[in-house]
């Protein structure tokens, strides 16, 4: 596990670039240098649960690890992505400090189960039809399977169609599973699979992010990109760039009261 205490995990949706990945990377660890929080960059390399059959799902396998892995050389940060399929896991974890499960696919035991045996830290995302206490039955395939690196991400729950909340009721469940919880501040605002993309409420990530906060998490999770309007991927509910620090600020000295 991370050794500091709070986790700021933080990135693009889909990574694009190296260029653009290098630029957001080295201005969010300049955001965070000298602040009380672990940063990671997140960035994935193959968005496989895009709404559409034509939307970017991103560079790959192959040349996203390679981005990843010059964004951890050139910065010295740990690196998370996602991994959707059992043959993604071992060249993965040769890049990756944390592999993260999606939240569709939270209840795969496989995945699970191949994520655990790398050794590397799980980010297990709570699905948004999974009620939290169910997520114990995930912890345990992971643990079951020889690892207690565990970490689990809180990204709202379904309500109704196209629509998410979030049960605060949720962090204290999850964290009496007895792990390290995150909350993803910016896909808990996602308006998913509208039109043929998620849509989202920007407006509502730092309130969601101080509530959550208050309420006591272990890490926040958001995707950020410099012009989310230009983002090709969950740009409606990603966070500026620019709004980082005033995010941050707020978040931890919430935490420290």
Known sequence: MLEQDFIYIAGPCVLESAEIALDIAGRLQAMTEGLPVSFVFKGSFDKANRTSADAYRGPGLEAGLEILRTVKETFNVPVLSDVHDVGQVKPAAEVLDIIQIPAFLCRQ???????????????????QFVAPADMGHAVDKVIGAGNDDVMITERGTCFGYNNLVVDFRSFSILRGLGYPVIFDATHAVQIPSMGGASSGHRAFVEPLARAAAAYGIDGLFTEVYPDPEQARCDGPNSLALDDVPRLLDAVLRIRDL
Do not use: Q
């Open 109 to 127: 035991t496989d995945l699970l189960v191949a994520a655990a045996e790398t050794g590397k830290t799980v980010n297990i995302k709570k699905g």
